[in-house]
């Protein structure tokens, strides 16, 4: 579901725009490479999107750094502004703290961004404790409640990024050797959070862009500590970003790449925009574009977001009883039954020779079974 952007494309998408990055090393991937688009149309480094901590990275400024370790103080911020788009990114370890609530009272009121992109989840859920997943699930709510109450403007478009596929053989980074067992089994609690999760900040009315459903065929490009990623799925990343904000602020895409999906997209964006209750507030009618494929609740017309790709479960289905082929459009016509009975080795062979001879008129007598050179049943 993404469209291909080149730099061009870019900055007439983001003209005069602010961008802010919230979450971990592989959201401080997608700053980079979101800056680097901004400029040139080449794909990152390797080496760049590892690195952390430096001076300068594709034009930018490191603000505010700590000392380069895998504890959960860890800091970092970065800013960058060519006088074209302002973009910035903060390291968080914890999806709701006192670092996270002072960090976005200051953006909201000083920066005021057009864009918030948020993530948060492998280490609120393996370095916070034996505890960390109640304390995400806890967490989460709060972080909704807090960005109800700082009254983004209207303008603002926040996005919930779900975390990418994880391996069952991560290594390094926030799995420390204290914590290392847990590597077996984070990819599933990684799916269950971005579940979990993904279901909060939709009925709160904000949008979920779904890395990991759209990255889950990708794994062959990731990194080989099992967390991060290769430039190239970080680009495909970075068009996701790039093809729903331009859906959500209603932007011509460049159509660089037509897919049935996107073209359902746009469709369903078009065709729900006008489908929003005028009981809701004023904040929640612009048009959001939300892609849920977890839940198990089809949200009505009436809701503030739309589910882009619905389940299987949620699509409507045909009706079983007394249908037929005209009325199923959907249904498979049945294949009569073929004769699974095999018979092999000469028996066979016997039975082809006998149907060929006989649709010529001839006839034979098979050869006698045979079980080696000896026995009173040799072959002629």
């Not at 080149?6 to 401080?28: A, E, K, P």
């Not at 790449?257 to 009981?279: A, F, H």
Request: charged share 25%.
């Amino acid at each position: 579901m993404a469209d291909v952007f080149f730099t061009n494309d870019f900055c007439g998408l983001f003209r005069n725009r602010r961008i802010v990055f919230i979450g971990d090393s592989n959201m401080r991937a997608l700053y980079k490479d979101f800056i680097l688009l901004g400029q040139r149309n080449v794909l990152i480094g390797s080496e760049t999107l590892r690195a952390k901590l430096e001076d300068s990275c594709n034009g930018d400024q490191l603000i505010v750094s700590g000392k380069k370790h895998n504890g959960r103080d860890a800091n970092e911020e970065r800013v960058f502004d060519n006088g074209i788009f302002v973009a910035r990114f903060y390291f968080i370890t914890k999806c709701y703290s006192d670092y996270v609530v002072n960090t976005l009272e200051n953006v909201v009121s000083c920066l005021r961004p057009d864009v918030i992109v948020f993530n948060s989840c492998l280490w609120d859920i393996t370095r916070w404790g034996p505890k960390g997943v109640d304390v995400y699930k806890e967490n989460i709510p709060k972080l909704m409640r807090l960005l109800q109450q700082l009254l983004l403007p209207m303008s603002t478009l926040f996005i919930w990024c779900t975390t990418l596929p994880v391996s069952s053989k991560s290594r390094g980074g926030f799995l420390i050797q204290q914590v290392e067992f847990l590597k077996h089994t984070l990819r599933f609690d990684v799916m269950e959070a971005n579940l979990y999760a993904s279901q909060i900040v939709g009925n709160h009315g904000f949008d979920v862009l779904d890395l990991h459903y759209y990255l889950r065929h990708q794994i062959h490009r990731r990194a080989k500590d099992g967390v991060h990623w290769f430039p190239e799925p970080m680009r495909h990343i970075t068009n996701l970003l790039l093809t729903h904000i331009a859906l959500a602020w209603d932007v011509l895409l460049p159509h660089r790449l037509e897919t049935r999906l996107l073209q359902d997209s746009i469709d369903m964006r078009d065709e729900d925009r006008w489908n929003v209750d005028s009981s809701f507030p004023t904040v929640l009618q612009q048009p959001f574009f939300h892609e849920d494929f977890t839940s198990d609740v089809v949200p009505n017309n009436n809701a503030p977001f739309f589910v882009a790709h619905a389940p299987y479960s949620q699509r409507p289905q045909q009706p079983r009883n007394n249908q037929t082929l005209d009325d199923n459009p959907f249904s498979v016509p049945q294949q009569p039954r073929k004769n699974t009975q095999f018979r092999g080795g000469r028996r066979r062979r016997n039975d082809v020779k006998r149907s060929r001879n006989k649709r010529r008129g001839r006839e034979i007598v098979p050869k006698p079974y045979s079980r080696g050179k000896k026995g009173p049943h040799r072959g002629n």
